[in-house]
């Protein structure tokens, strides 16, 4: 009697009120308002979510993850490259269902619907296994077994789970694949461009593979740099066999490791045309540390897998070379001095060797070289030239 008095009490036990805050934002969320926003406690609270006094387990997407993206939809001949807006939510990516279960990178999405069945109503689920991995802060990269998975879905929750993807199809390219690139995060805000991983000056041979309209940029004065941001690069091909000149904008992204040593680009291209050609590029490219040369290849669409096989076959190919960089002016040669070999190495967004440090700037963009031409032992202090991407010099002092 004692303990079903018990179980009667905790039964009809008032839910705590945080509780209920973090069920009504999550509700708030699953309905697309969009506005809602829950406080740090709330947010441990996301697993469960209060509807009708009960409680039913939810899982949740990371902050990361949530904003509004564009995918691409379609891309033919005639329409061009098209997009839409995908948004994802705390709970939910409305167009594929709501965050039913977590395993790890795999989500399971679930939409319940009503359907008519003899003049009554029964209701079914549409349930779909997506893999999610966050490429950058721009760049959301959606993994499905197959292309079918994507606009089908089953009924069977044990069915969906076992038709996720695994991290083995993933690493051997055999997964269906869906790039959404982010354009407002949670908040709403626009997001931020990110520093390109290709930086300095280099001559381009330029190669478009498209067989109905091919190209090629061999002109010895054809030149890729990052000046003035090094968010962008700037490509003037020279020397094109179509007789014109070309002049390219790359906005980068986000970039990761791919295959064989390799690595992702994403960036955004200048090119487009009344939507004919696509606004968002993924490239594979392989920097040869010895020589200094850049293969860079592209896809034709908005995609990392259509006409692109690795950083040397592409629908369109790039090779750089980099050039002689300019020499330090004469004030820089009067004395000569290294860091200590303690500061030697790869810090974040800091490179140091020997006599010179390269720092990323990653809030105005601005790549500084700065050689080490003294030391002050009185006061401690090194003194430095230094020199933006685009050849601003500056002498000052360090301290040591």
């Given at each position: 009697q004692t303990a079903n008095n018990r179980d009667q009490k905790r039964k009809s036990a008032p839910i705590p009120t945080e509780l209920f805050r973090a069920g009504e934002a999550l509700l708030k969320f699953q309905i697309g308002s969009g506005n809602a926003r829950v406080t740090r406690r709330e947010e441990k609270q996301l697993s469960l979510v209060v509807s009708g006094g009960e409680l039913d387990a939810v899982c949740y997407f990371p902050q990361q993850f949530q904003g509004e993206f564009v995918m691409q939809t379609t891309t033919n001949v005639g329409t061009g490259v098209q997009y839409t807006t995908v948004n994802v939510t705390a709970v939910s990516i409305p167009i594929w269902g709501n965050c039913h279960r977590r395993i790890g990178n795999n989500f399971i999405l679930m939409l319940k619907y009503l359907i008519s069945v003899f003049h009554s109503y029964r209701e079914t689920s549409c349930i779909r296994c997506l893999h999610l991995k966050l490429r950058s802060a721009n760049v959301l990269q959606v993994f499905t077994l197959n292309q079918e998975i994507i606009s089908k879905c089953y009924t069977n929750e044990k069915l969906a789970e076992d038709n996720c993807p695994s991290?083995?199809?993933?690493?051997?390219?055999?997964?269906?694949?869906?790039?959404?690139?982010?354009?407002?995060?949670?908040?709403?805000?626009?997001?931020?461009?990110?520093?390109?991983?290709?930086?300095?000056?280099?001559?381009?041979?330029?190669?478009?593979?498209?067989?109905?309209?091919?190209?090629?940029?061999?002109?010895?004065?054809?030149?890729?740099?990052?000046?003035?941001?090094?968010?962008?690069?700037?490509?003037?091909?020279?020397?094109?066999?179509?007789?014109?000149?070309?002049?390219?904008?790359?906005?980068?992204?986000?970039?990761?490791?791919?295959?064989?040593?390799?690595?992702?680009?994403?960036?955004?291209?200048?090119?487009?045309?009344?939507?004919?050609?696509?606004?968002?590029?993924?490239?594979?490219?392989?920097?040869?540390?010895?020589?200094?040369?850049?293969?860079?290849?592209?896809?034709?669409?908005?995609?990392?897998?259509?006409?692109?096989?690795?950083?040397?076959?592409?629908?369109?190919?790039?090779?750089?070379?980099?050039?002689?960089?300019?020499?330090?002016?004469?004030?820089?040669?009067?004395?000569?001095?290294s860091f200590p070999k303690w500061m030697h190495g790869n810090w974040e967004h800091v490179r140091v060797d020997d006599d010179t440090m390269i720092y990323k700037d990653h809030s105005s963009f601005k790549t500084y070289t700065i050689k080490c031409v003294g030391v002050r032992e009185d006061e401690n202090k090194y003194l430095i030239f230094s020199r933006t991407q685009w050849l601003v010099h500056n002498f000052n002092d360090v301290w040591r």
């Open positions: 991290e083995e199809s993933l690493t051997n390219r055999e997964a269906a694949e869906i790039l959404l690139f982010k354009t407002k995060d949670a908040s709403g805000l626009y997001t931020r461009k990110e520093y390109c991983p290709i930086d300095g000056k280099f001559s381009v041979k330029y190669e478009n593979n498209n067989p109905s309209r091919p190209n090629q940029c061999t002109g010895y004065d054809s030149t890729v740099d990052s000046c003035p941001s090094g968010s962008i690069l700037n490509f003037r091909l020279r020397g094109c066999f179509s007789n014109s000149n070309v002049d390219l904008t790359f906005e980068c992204l986000g970039s990761w490791g791919g295959p064989n040593n390799e690595r992702f680009l994403i960036f955004t291209d200048n090119r487009q045309t009344n939507g004919q050609k696509p606004k968002y590029r993924c490239a594979l490219y392989n920097h040869d540390f010895r020589t200094g040369d850049i293969q860079m290849a592209l896809s034709r669409d908005s995609t990392c897998t259509t006409d692109l096989v690795n950083s040397t076959n592409g629908y369109e190919t790039f090779l750089l070379t980099p050039k002689s960089e300019s020499p330090w002016p004469a004030e820089a040669s009067f004395g000569t001095c």
